[in-house]
């Protein structure tokens, strides 16, 4: 896909790319600040936006086939197949793309040593899958299309991704602690959660009525005010996990 859209990246208009990049970039520096005790390298964060990126060929590939089986035994347009098309097909390959490429990246790096930081990578691996989907949209159909992104599709990626992100710092404290089921549990729900959240926000859009207009709006609000307490609130409570503070949080 890279590829494909490089040519016109470098002759498209940049006022629809700078549309399509800014809203992620926003949020991107949001998250970062509110990583109060220790901030991450630059390296790093390039590092896991790229994993973002990467993210929408491996989430594309998944939707293809899985796409493919869908449509051999389910009829288009039934409650069913629209079930399993966004629950399944799009909020499952995409989360666990993400969660692949997060997980890869970072499990083992040693500068995963505080709660939050789960937070900041898991935001940062999914505002660049947002980045970069939202590029290949407004190339398709333009600065409307970004106006609305920007309020919806790129938040809707970084609230996914603080789900994401609060099991996964939570899982990485607790593999510290050796507590190895407590951690494959978080680890789970790193990937189950966001992909149902994920599915409900696709599912809802896809439902075509005026009651459901205002459902999605009263679902991407109630969405964007439970990722903002959830930000705040684990910036609030970070602390370290790494090994030399693990016998002190087993004490407290």
């Known amino acids: 896909m890279f590829f494909f859209l490089l040519p016109g ?17 926003f949020l991107l520096v949001k998250v970062y600040k509110a990583d109060k005790l220790e901030k991450e390298s630059p390296a790093l964060i390039r590092s ?3 994993q973002g ?10 939707e293809r086939i899985l796409g493919a089986l869908l449509d051999s035994f389910a ?24 969660y692949v490429l997060l997980k890869r990246r970072t499990w083992n790096d040693r500068e995963f040593n505080c709660q939050f930081d789960g937070v900041v990578y898991a935001v940062t691996v999914s505002l660049g899958f947002a980045l970069w989907e939202n590029i290949s949209y407004v190339m398709l159909y333009g600065f409307g299309t970004a106006l609305v992104r920007a309020v919806t599709a790129v938040p809707g990626h970084a609230c996914f991704g603080v789900f994401m992100g609060v ?14 089921g407590a951690s ?5 729900a790193c990937l189950v959660v966001p992909a149902l959240i994920h599915g409900a926000y696709d599912y809802i859009a896809s439902i075509e009525s005026e009651n459901a207009t205002w459902l999605f709006l009263a679902f991407v609000v109630v969405l964007f005010v439970v990722s903002y307490s959830m930000v705040v609130t684990a910036s609030r409570n970070d602390r370290r996990i790494d090994r030399h503070y693990s016998t002190f949080e087993i004490i407290k």
């Not at 990246?9 to 970039?25: E, F, G, K, M, Q």
């Not at 039934?78 to 966004?86: F, G, K, M, V």
């Open 9 to 25: 990246l470098l002759t498209y208009n940049w006022i629809l790319i700078l549309s399509a990049v800014l809203p992620a970039l």
């Open 75 to 98: 009829s288009i347009g039934q409650p069913l197949y629209n079930i399993l098309l966004y629950f399944v097909v799009v909020g499952f390959s995409e989360e666990s793309a993400k």
């Open 184 to 188: 494959k549990a978080c680890r789970v």
């Open 48 to 50: 896991l936006a790229l």
């Open 53 to 62: 990126i990467f993210a929408t060929f491996f989430a594309l590939l998944a």
């Open 167 to 180: 099991f996964y710092g939570q899982a990485k404290r607790f593999d510290y602690l050796g507590k190895a």
